[in-house]
């Protein structure tokens, strides 16, 4: 059965793409890689023995969104990760973000339609509850308004499908995800930020491996055990492995109803020092950090309710967050010897 991952050289989606194929489905990746490399095709290839086929497409032009599926007449259903997703480069630029996160959307779903494809599966984001006022944040914990216009995209994109879903014409689970790390344990695919990373786990590995001169923790003055903020950390694989139970579930008809939302964490929280110990632990190294002034419009903290997935999906984040790290070093050695 072929399935459509938009977005598949992406961090998240290569990992999914892995797990796609060693569940036994064809895949097809889009990308147009402005934020990934080409090259991830051949390492997925090297993790699964079949380079999955790729289109170089970029989704927010319409014509080219339809000719792909023109040219794949037998996908049955689309992952959708691609999406411009740094936070603070949204606020500088929001009409790229909504042209590009939205209108890809749109653009897809259109395409469906035509082609009568009725599965969706996208990649939401624990953003939309922004600082929620009830911890753990259930499915059903309201969503606040954005914090950014990435965010909002993201609330955009739930409604518009929760409307089309509406129409009779889709069914689909928004997955919403806390905080993935960590790389594939084989070290062969991972994370690979563009520039200076924005977000903590890369940021660390980055400077322990020298390519950064210290980290920032920002702010140690919040009210959690530590004084540093607490997050959901999830393993990427983990993440990777819940989007072929959630394909499954509604190529099954196994929906509750048409229009389903999951949380994807580990439902633990951890602070920005507990992350840091247990990179220290796991690889050895003493990392150079500094704490600094809070960074702007971050929250305090969250991590998920996961009792509704565990139940629903039948399915549970295994591993922890050593586990998470060692991966992530591992990726960033495999990197600096790749890079010799
Ligand atoms: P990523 O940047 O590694 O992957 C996204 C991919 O989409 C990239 O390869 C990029 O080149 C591609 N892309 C972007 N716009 C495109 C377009 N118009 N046409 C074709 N391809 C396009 O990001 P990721 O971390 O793998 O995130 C995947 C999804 O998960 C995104 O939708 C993101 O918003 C969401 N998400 C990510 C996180 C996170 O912390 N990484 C958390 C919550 C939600
Ligand atoms: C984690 C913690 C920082 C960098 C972002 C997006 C969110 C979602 C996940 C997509 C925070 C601290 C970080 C650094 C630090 N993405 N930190 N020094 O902010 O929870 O969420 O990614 O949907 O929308 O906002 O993740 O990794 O940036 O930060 O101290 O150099 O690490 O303050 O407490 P965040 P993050």
Redesign the pocket.
Known sequence: MKILV??G?????SHTVVELQQAGYEVVV???????EKSVIDSIGKITGIAPDFEE????DPAMTDKLFENHPDIKAVIH?????AVGDSVKRPLEYYR?NIF?LVNLLEAMKRYDIKHFVF???C?VYGQADELPVKESTPRKDAESPYGNT?KIAEDILENVVRTGSLQCIALR?F??IGAHPSAVIGELPIGVPD?LVPYITQTAIGIRKKLMVFGNDYSTKDGTPIRDYIHVLDLAQAHVVALKRMLENKQRSPWEIFNLGTGNGFTVLEVINSFEKVSGQKLNYEIVERRAGDIEKVWADTEYANRELGWKAVRDLDEMMRSAWDWELAMKERNK
């Open positions: 938009t977005g050289t992406g961090y998240i989606g889009v990308d147009n890689l402005i934020n990934s497409i970029d989704l927010s990760f691609a999406a411009l997703k590009n890809s990649s939401s984001s953003t993201k995800y905080n993935p977000n």
